[in-house]
Nanobody
Framework: QVQLVESGGGLVQAGGSLRLSCTAS????????VSWYRQVPGKERELVAS????????NYADSVKGRFTIARDNDKNTVYLHMNTLKPEDTAVYYC???????????WGQGTQVVVSS
């Protein structure tokens, strides 16, 4: 059974930092591209950052460039999202997504809540 488990969310003041983790099990993690998405009630899920399976390319939403960093440790089956200089508008549920380019399989985690207070 494939599982993506996010952790590290919580309440933080504006300007603070958090590190989210997404740990995978039940799949060959190193063969999957991984992304972080976020969603607030009433809005569509938004792509925040992504990293390729080989750890050789990353992409970020304009709203988080320079503040967030995505990284992965394939030995630990884990992808991280380092979030710095957090703003109230970063408040959302953050989801981990893993996609296999060839097999066209994808998986979502259950989400972790991030709340940034002003």
């Amino acid at each position: 059974q494939v599982q993506l488990v996010e952790s590290g969310g919580g309440l933080v003041q504006a300007g603070g930092s958090l590190r989210l983790s997404c740990t995978a099990s039940g799949l060959s993690f190193s063969r999957y591209d991984v992304s972080w998405y976020r969603q607030v009630p009433g809005k569509e899920r938004e792509l925040v950052a992504s990293i390729t399976k080989d750890n050789d390319n990353t992409n970020y939403a304009d709203s988080v460039k320079g503040r967030f960093t995505i990284a992965r440790d394939n030995d630990k089956n884990t992808v991280y999202l380092h979030m710095n200089t957090l703003k109230p508008e970063d408040t959302a549920v953050y989801y981990c997504y893993a996609g296999h380019r060839v097999l066209r399989r994808d998986y979502w985690g259950q989400g972790t809540q991030v709340v940034v207070s002003s």
